[in-house]
DNA sequence: TGCTTGACATAAT
DNA sequence: CATTATGCCAAGC
């Protein structure tokens, strides 16, 4: 594997807690590649199937999903989200005031209790 | 080796 | 609120 960055990208998102999010810049930038949400995303597409990289932690900015529900990803990303407790909105997304990955500050969004 | 593309983000229209 | 434009830059061909 050559692309070091893409091993890079997955190892960031391998180090996403249970039953949190992260959104792609934030991915990118805590992975060293500030600005290179696009990168996290192709990154993801080019996922090889031995990889235990919890790729549905990976949110947009919105805290939505990027992928169209229609080629299934998007369904599945969601599926496997709310199997880890996390709750989506009447919008589809989620509060990532209480699920992202920096919302370890919050108080109340420590709670778990599914 | 150079052009095209992209699971994004943000601002502007 | 939906669409358009731009930035940024590596991966794929």
Redesign the pocket.
């Known amino acids: 594997m050559s692309?070091?960055?893409?091993q890079r990208i997955y190892e960031m998102v391998r180090h996403i807690p249970f039953g949190r999010v992260a959104?792609?810049?934030e991915v990118a930038s805590l992975a060293g590649l500030p600005?290179?949400?696009?990168?996290?995303?192709?990154?993801?597409?080019?996922?090889p199937d031995d990889s235990d990289v919890p790729?549905h932690r990976v949110v947009?900015?919105?805290g939505g999903i990027?992928?169209d529900r229609e080629y299934g990803?998007?369904t599945l990303?969601r599926s496997l989200l709310e199997a880890e407790g996390i709750r989506f909105d009447s919008h589809g997304k989620i509060d990532l005031s209480a699920f992202g990955w920096d919302g370890e500050g919050s108080a109340d969004a420590n709670k778990q209790g599914v």
């Open positions: 692309s070091s960055l893409h959104a792609y810049g600005g290179h949400a696009r990168l996290v995303g192709y990154a993801l597409h080019n996922l790729w947009n900015a919105g990027s992928l990803a998007g990303q």
